[in-house]
């Protein structure tokens, strides 16, 4: 790179970024008059690292200017690379490099020296997946860290990084990490198509990555998965999936996200086959639970009153003597204000939050009841549904808007809008594909293992490659 001399270089760099506050820069003086010039940002560079890694070693030649190969074997421990011109110098000095300018026989050089400041949150346990049994650690904000951690659990040189800059405003660095001939090649080469077809000013959240690759902006189904733990997404980078790590969220994204996915943790994995089974049959009923019950609520009450034994039918119509509203209206106002209720939970600080979403349900409850607003059985449905909703955190949001829509179509057509609505959403699910993937996968298209570690958790031991015939020939 030749330009007519470090000065104007530097008088531009200097331009770029008046008044800033933080921009600094450090001049290095040498016999006869010559200077190198190090730039770069407070805070987003180590002072220390500056100071002792860079200034002390290119001071401590007696004077003497250090020559481009002097300088680079003086800094060999520091990552060093070129700058191609302005911009290039800035980008690498707002990515937190210390900018080196000089010249030498009329010809200017500028290197960037990665000394990026380690500063930010320590690794601990998510609050979003904290766990009984299994690996505490968790996702940061810095990616290159994320990075590593993924690392240390997958130790082989055959899972590859791959680097992109996204945000025209805010150069947000992002991560593709893969494992070489295990991660699909057609979900790689679509993953990479729609980075490749990202245009964004900015970029502050893996969220905004989200939504940008999804195939509809309308997908109610997510059809990218996300963690925070470094062990759930090692666990998946080893199954086929693709991790997209966007710098600064501690939400890591996995490609392609199943259905199936949303039923199982990396937890199950260390309990009984038995116990794990259990739960998975759990998640399932609940998420049912979680969608149809309002549903078939309302339409037993408004249509179908043959389907109750007479001594409960009895008892509903007693509870709901004093209540003004249909059980149409009045489930839906129930589930609404559940809604707002959880959402002044979530919103507020996290000590007023649980008091206030706690006592708040009580006493609306309460009140509601002794007001003759609504009967103490649409009372317990909401709050079984609700405590439903949440053993299933990865269609939280899309099992609220699939409820109301049941309801809705429960108390206008009954049983035939449940049974219309369940079709409905099984056609889109089935037709449904996450980056080449069928999203129903193993369910649709329907394989011969069709449980095989899905809702049956895939037991293990025969993989240990022994046998009691084995074992008893040890101890013989």
Do not use: W
């Not at 000089?102 to 601990?124: L, P």
């Not at 994204?253 to 990396?266: A, G």
């Amino acid at each position: 790179m030749i330009v007519i001399n470090s000065e104007s270089f530097i008088n531009k760099i200097d331009g770029m970024f008046d008044r800033c506050s933080d921009y600094a820069k450090r001049e290095l003086s040498f016999r006869g008059g010559r200077r190198l010039t190090v730039l770069y940002i407070i805070n987003l560079c180590d002072k220390k690292y500056v100071t002792e890694g860079i200034l002390k070693p290119l001071s401590a030649e007696d004077g003497i200017y250090p020559s481009r190969e002097l300088m680079t074997a003086i800094l060999a421990s520091l990552p060093l690379s070129e700058c191609t011109g302005e911009s290039d110098a800035r980008d690498k000095i707002l990515s937190g490099n210390a900018v080196i300018v000089g010249e030498e026989n009329g010809q200017f050089f500028c290197y960037a020296a990665d000394a990026k400041s380690e500063d930010g949150r320590s690794i601990s346990e998510p609050d979003s997946e904290s766990v009984v049994r299994g690996p505490r650690q968790g996702f940061v904000e810095n990616a290159m860290l994320n990075v590593t951690m993924l690392r240390k659990i997958i130790k082989s040189e055959r899972l590859k990084v791959l680097s992109y800059t996204f945000g025209s405003r805010t150069n947000t660095d992002v991560k593709v990490v893969y494992y070489d001939g295990i991660a699909d090649k057609r979900a790689l080469g679509i993953l990479l198509k729609r980075l490749e077809g990202i245009k964004m000013d900015s970029c502050v959240d893996s969220g905004n990555l989200e939504l940008m690759l999804q195939s509809s902006k309308f997908n109610l189904f997510s059809e990218v998965g996300n963690s925070e733990k470094p062990d759930k997404v090692a666990s998946k980078i080893l199954g086929g999936r693709i991790a997209v790590i966007c710098d600064g969220s501690p939400v890591v994204l996995t490609v392609p996200y199943l259905f199936t996915e949303s039923i199982q943790s990396s937890e199950d994995y260390l309990k009984s086959v038995y116990y794990a089974t259990f739960i998975r049959i759990l998640r399932v009923t609940g998420m049912i639970l979680a969608v149809l019950l309002p549903a078939v609520f309302v339409a037993v009450q408004r249509f179908h009153k043959g389907a109750l034994p007479y001594s409960i039918y009895k008892i509903q119509t007693q509870a709901r003597s004093d209540v003004p509203f249909g059980i149409f209206t009045e489930m839906l106002i129930v589930l609404l204000i559940f809604e707002i209720v959880r959402e002044v939970g979530v919103r507020m600080p996290k000590a007023v939050g649980d008091a206030l979403s706690v006592v708040g349900g009580l006493i609306l409850g309460d009140a509601a009841i002794k007001a003759g607003i609504t009967s103490e059985t649409v009372v317990v449905i909401a709050a079984l549904t609700g405590i439903c909703n949440f053993m299933n955190p990865t269609f939280m949001n899309a099992n609220v808007i699939l409820r109301l829509a049941f309801v809705i179509l429960a108390g206008i057509f009954g049983f035939y809008g449940i049974a219309l609505g369940i079709v409905s959403v099984l056609v889109i699910l089935c037709g449904k594909r996450s980056f080449g993937a069928d999203y129903m996968m193993p369910f649709s298209p329907m394989g011969g293992r069709i449980l095989y570690d899905t809702v049956i958790m895939k037991p293990y031991a025969a993989s240990f490659g022994h046998s009691r015939e084995m074992d008893e020939g040890y101890e013989n």
